[in-house]
């Protein structure tokens, strides 16, 4: 049936299924291969055979259902659209980091309405929907909610890279907003998310996003009280440049910095 209660029973399974082969695989040698020429985009046998397996227990529960996956999708004519990053953070994965997950979405005529970003190595889960925002970790179920820092000088910024960004030009717009916060931090991957939907951290600013990176966490941000837009204000559906902050006055003052030309 198609109701939020299922969607959610087959994204658990699905997150379950994937945690036992990423985590066989996690910390051991690997083959790695670049999905790029011109740049290391490294993808392994465990992004594939998640991927398989959540596409699998999907088809099985929803066949109508498309998908868009970044190691493999499905396509139907179809109201609703599930998008998987079986690991978000490959590049942390092939290292030995902890802060990889496997990404989960689903989307009804373009509306985000399920989010789940699983972090299987740290044993936490961050689910949004239906207005609700929580984690599960060590199978105790707690609510997310966001600091309420308002001020940039205050604030702790977070990106997996400014090097990954889509453009010079992007980068150097970080690197000036970086200037004005409290601290900074890289490496987060899809975890620096799921840490602002918990209230550790306020700013999220990242640059050339597909939509499998991104669509699983509007939802845990936005119903912890976050806000979870492109750099242009929009929806954040097709990915692209990304803003994440903890409330309306932050990310006002985060797109203002943005925008300024630089001199």
């Known amino acids: 049936m198609e109701n939020t209660r299922n969607f959610l029973k087959v994204a658990n399974f699905a997150a379950d299924e994937a945690r036992k082969i990423s985590l066989r695989y996690f910390k051991k040698k690997l083959k790695i291969q670049s999905k790029k020429e011109e740049e290391f985009d490294p993808v392994t046998i465990a992004d594939i055979k998640v991927q398989r397996i959540i596409n699998k227990i999907i088809k099985k529960n929803f066949p109508r259902h ?95 890279s400014p090097y990954v960004f889509a453009n010079k030009y992007d980068q150097k717009i970080f690197e000036r907003l970086a200037n004005d916060v409290k601290t900074v931090r890289l490496g987060g991957d899809c975890y620096s998310y799921c840490l602002l939907a918990d209230g550790h951290i306020d700013i999220v600013l990242e640059s050339g996003l597909k939509p499998w990176d991104i669509r699983a966490l509007e939802p845990i941000i936005t119903n912890a009280g976050g806000i979870l837009k492109t750099w242009e204000g929009n929806k954040v559906l097709n990915g692209g440049r990304i803003i994440a902050t903890t409330n309306k006055v932050l990310f006002k003052k985060i797109k203002k910095k943005i925008n300024k030309k630089p001199s």
Request: charged share 25%; proline share 3%.
């Open 66 to 160: 498309s998908i868009l996956g970044e190691e493999a999708s499905i396509k139907n004519v179809s109201d609703y659209e599930w998008c998987i990053d079986p690991i978000d953070g490959t590049k942390s994965f092939i290292q030995g980091f902890p802060v990889w997950g496997t990404l989960i979405s689903l989307s009804k005529n373009k509306e985000i309405i399920l989010g789940m970003a699983d972090i299987p190595a740290l044993d936490e889960r961050y689910i949004g929907h239906s207005k609700l925002s929580y984690k599960i970790s060590n199978s105790k179920r707690t609510g997310l909610k966001v600091r309420k820092t308002v001020e940039l000088r205050d604030s702790i910024l977070n990106t997996t």
